[in-house]
């Protein structure tokens, strides 16, 4: 017993759970590989710009609360959150409209975190989550993981369709499975763009109630709105107004401030959030007090939302730069909605036209980083589509990526129309 | 469809996953809610004393980073960790005599999130983790969240038995249940302070191989070691060089300089990493790349091992100033090891006493803080028990609290020696 048996290696892997199987590297990990190297124009990853932050208070503020609050700062911190961020985050979430008791909220590192804990605390094997299609890749990760089955629905200009959820709720029943959960990122979805009207929300609202289906809204980007000064234009009210008993509010600053700060947040039913506590503690024991302070004094001390709007104004003129690229490069056949608000822009390709593999070699090969549009399906669908992020990327450069992408596209699809394979 | 019924609430809890029934508050939250009352002396949290870290130097190192290192540090990082951190885990690592590939490491928001992506990982419904009798409660929270079976193993001086280690595989054999994973703190465990032999290491190690029961190694008191200048002790070799095909390490900075940054790691064969790095994504996207670059550089900046060589004398004289007024104050039938290392004493109370309802209610209210046993057991077991923690309470405080606990216990077993109930 005392000497170890070297003959065989233990092979870990087999000893696995069957969730497992679902945390397999990214298909798409040689293109972040890439997004590193100066002479490649990466519309791929959707890093907000931090480059007009307010680095001089950010520095003061740090300074602040190392100087004079490191004691807790440093130390462990509750489960829930701090009461000053939190009074913070209240703020953040009345400019949405909504209106939150502290009670309700749950501080954890980054939106994605509290996807997790919520995913963790509905699914069991085999029930299904509702989302569109397509569908942010992080959130589908995690439902995968949770071994449920996801069923992603075909949306128009509104969102979601209340037919393709009562089709949806059909399939279950025949299956067998419980429709847990529906998916949703309201407002200039990633990767869509698409934000859901208020006549569709509260269509969907009272259908998932119905069907006892339990809707998570996530916002990162309702803040990152192109719309303002449209007249005639108003926001739609948050699901979690039309429906707080059943709706669970996702947040973040990720979007808005840093995302490497990981500071996000659930607003969640009281019995909700009852067990996400107990789930986090498990999950990470608390978020970084360190990072609370310095989010909840920036939030607090920094005129942010005009830094938002200074941001917002870059972003859109950015979209705008993209959208009028793509129209000078690409061929016909691709399609796309002008963006209104967010990060990315959604290109649907020809039939014919695989997104996924040569295309994407090609691309890297000249020097331009998209997402394939597989990477936001979990059903092999989306192959003759694409996203394009243009946060993060200046307008000369958002010109020159366009034009290397309408070149390779150009090729290939007069490669398929003159009897080419893809 | 356009408006809700709201004639009934929708009772979200009902839609709950059925691991939800795990994460349930905590029983001992009230303990916790008073640790911030100046007027109660707490030695229940472990938390480590942060007062002598080199707050000039941290001051320093922050606004360093925010100032020249902002636009990374406050967007979004790798999932699996920065570079100049990993190079610095490797050489706390080395302290600990393990020889790693920095392939091989993934960062974390603390150790804690480590262990949530293992027990993911490895954990279907019904699978049976091992572990010693008593064990760390955030580690039994996230086995019984995977709805894993723990079975919490007798030890001895020198650790988990191979004979508890040989029971429990047929136990498990007889309820058909896989074992997959054995978690063991090794060094000045948590709650029992006990460190396992070098011989026990190599028997469990074989042990596990032969049974294919993957090792999780969680070490987070290792440098927390009073034993340095004690002759002929020399540190046993950590589980990961004894076995590295088959163990997982899990390290944290949070006892060696703060909990507060969230920052700890696991270092696992190939084949384990290669899924916690996704398993990671899906949680969290990444660890806090602010929170790395400040833990990077005050690893490669600050002479922190004096720092924690310091603090060791500090927590050694606690621990021996607590272990005094023990012998002083608590009455005969108490029994408890006066500490090697760590933060924690584990005391074994008379059989008919019950630590965790009225004993604890009186200790409340006379001003003294401790965890019931019961909260280190998932089975009921540890009721005659409690854990102490030396590690943030100077020694006069130790002292009084120690009185405050022995008039307590005294009065409890006087009560139940005269017929009195418990």
Redesign the interface.
Known sequence: ?????HTY?????E??????KY????PIRAVFELEMNPDVISLA?G??E??H?P?DE??RI??DV??ND????????TTVGQPELVAEIQKIMALEGIDTDPENIIVT??S??SL?LVA?????PG?TVLAAAPSYS?AL??FA??EAHVDQLEGDEEGIT?AAIEAAVERADEAQSDI?LLYVVPNFANPSGVVMSK?RR??V???C??H?I?IIEDNPYGLIDFREDAPGVEAPPALRT??P??VIYLGSV?KTF?????IGWADA?A??H??????A???????????QS?AAAYLREVDWQSVVAANVTMYKRRAEALDAALREFLPAGCTWRTPEGGFFLWIDLPENINASSDLLDEAMAEGVLYIPGTAFFLDGRGRNALRLAYSQVDELRLREGARRLGAILTRAIEGTEHGGTE
């Open positions: 017993m005392s000497s170890l048996d290696s233990p092979r870990l892997n000893r696995f759970a069957s969730r497992a945390f397999a590297p990214s990853g890093n907000p931090l480059s932050l680095w950010l520095t740090t300074n190392v100087a490191g004691l807790s700062a440093f130390q462990y911190g590192a980054g994605q975190m997790d963790k605390l509905f699914l069991n029930d992080g990760n995690v993981g949770m209340i847990k006549q509260k269509e609202a009272a259908l109630r119905a006892r339990v039309i429906d008993d059943n990720s840093s995302p490497g700060i990981r039913p019995e909700v009852a067990s996400l506590v107990p789930a503690e498990a999950s990470t024991l608390c978020s970084s007090p360190l990072s310095i």
